[in-house]
């Protein structure tokens, strides 16, 4: 084989090893760093330890039920991920007014198995996180799609948890789903 045949071999395999290469940066960059889809996030306040997470996508709702405090009288309050990308809130169920329940009519108001609705309240949630500190005296729940958890029970009660809608990549994603499950 004369030198310039050798030649030619070596650019063409280097040709296609350039290729190759283009297209996996092209591919591995696009699954690692283009935002994909977003995660719905339970997470201590404090540390940003994840404790529960799912895929949510916009027009998707979720809620919470829990035992007022004060009035120790049940409380539903439906949140939904909006078009434009923010935590509404959507619903609130109560069955009596008072210290820390809603008593504008905002919405729609009926009543409906002995609750107060106001529905359709289109209401952005402050900072666009919810914050919740769940306890153990009362159940206290958060429900999203079939999924039902209760906060009032470890690892929730007694922390300050946040619930909150990420932009995340395939590789973030993963990555949290990881650290959930304590193995990140």
Known sequence: MNNNSTNKALQRRNAFLATITVVFLLVAGLLLFVP????????????????????????????????????KSPVKEVFEFSDAGKLMTMESWTKSFGA?????????????????????????????????????????????Q????????????????????????WWESSRLNKERDGNG
């Open 146 to 169: 079939n999924q039902t958890i209760y906060l009032s029970k470890q690892p929730f009660v007694g922390r300050v948890i946040e619930i909150d809608v990420i932009r995340s990549s």
């Open 100 to 144: 820390g329940l809603p008593y504008q009519r905002i919405g729609e108001v009926s009543l409906q198995d002995g609750y107060y609705v106001l529905k359709n309240i289109n209401r952005p949630i402050h900072e666009d996180v919810l914050r919740i500190k769940p306890s153990d005296l009362y159940p206290h729940t958060f429900s999203f």
């Open 36 to 71: 994909s889809h977003y995660q719905l996030v339970v997470r201590d306040m404090t540390t940003k330890g994840i404790l529960w997470t799912d895929t949510i996508v916009k027009g998707d709702r979720f809620s919470h039920r829990y035992i007022h405090s004060v009035e």
